[in-house]
T-cell receptor, first 116, second 112 residues
Framework: NAGVMQNPRHLVRRRGQEARLRCSPM?????VYWYRQLPEEGLKFMVY????????ESGMPKERFSAEFPKEGPSILRIQQVVRGDSAAYFC??????????????FGEGSWLTVV | GENVEQHPSTLSVQEGDSAVIKCTYS??????FPWYKQELGKRPQLIID?????GEKKDQRIAVTLNKTAKHFSLHITETQPEDSAVYFC???????????FGKGTHLIIQP
């Protein structure tokens, strides 16, 4: 059973460019979460999605950031007009369809974004 | 929303000794408390979790205790080994849609 798959693992973007990070949940999982981890810091919740629905995006900046989880294909976290402060590791996690009633979430290997 | 405090931020212990990491949470509705281990450049991996209907859970050298009244929970690692060196994160959730709330992490260093 493949785990949570993220790509790219490493991404370098110039200021002002767009970054797209992709996440495929574990087989059988329909809930996807995105977390951001700044250097030497903890994990900050950004957004929780189910297929074709954003359930909670309270942790995501209102501008430049967006996320989707289409009916077909991976979840995508999109960062427009990147700035140096966006440099971080972005972790995707998934959980089973019974919902987030305390179910375990499993993390992908992360996507490291560097903005130069 | 939930707020999770984790202490200490860095913990250095001699190989073979025990390590204890403590977390407090603010939302009394929280009912699920996982612990994750993250090695440098790697993803966080679940090592143990506890739900609010039990006070203690053990898995070999790792144990977690939960005090619901005081709203704190702790990770205990006995007979520490070099491979235990990593950053450990506690988290809390009430099962709502806003995901796990993580502590800031504890950098555990095992001295040979």
């Amino acid at each position: 059973n493949a785990g949570v798959m993220q790509n790219p693992r490493h991404l370098v973007r110039r200021r002002g460019q767009e970054a797209r990070l992709r996440c495929s949940p574990m087989k059988g999982h329909s809930h996807v979460y995105w977390y951001r981890q700044l250097p030497e810091e903890g994990l900050k919740f950004m957004v929780y999605l189910q297929k074709e629905n954003i359930i909670d995006e309270s942790g995501m900046p209102k501008e430049r950031f967006s996320a989707e989880f289409p009916k077909e294909g991976p979840s995508i976290l999109r960062i427009q007009q990147v700035v140096r402060g966006d440099s971080a590791a972005y972790f995707c996690a998934s959980s089973p369809p019974s919902g987030f009633s305390g179910n375990t979430i499993y993390f992908g290997e992360g996507s490291w974004l560097t903005v130069v | 929303g939930e707020n999770v405090e984790q202490h200490p931020s860095t913990l250095s212990v001699q190989e073979g000794d025990s390590a204890v990491i403590k977390c407090t949470y603010s939302d009394s509705a929280s009912n699920y408390f996982p612990w994750y281990k993250q090695e440098l450049g790697k993803r966080p991996q679940l090592i143990i979790d506890i739900r609010s209907n039990v006070g203690e859970k053990k898995d070999q050298r790792i144990a977690v205790t939960l005090n619901k009244t005081a709203k704190h929970f702790s990770l205990h690692i006995t007979e520490t080994q070099p491979e235990d060196s990593a950053v450990y994160f506690c988290a809390a959730s009430y099962g709502g849609a806003d995901g796990l709330t993580f502590g800031k992490g504890t950098h555990l260093i095992i001295q040979p």
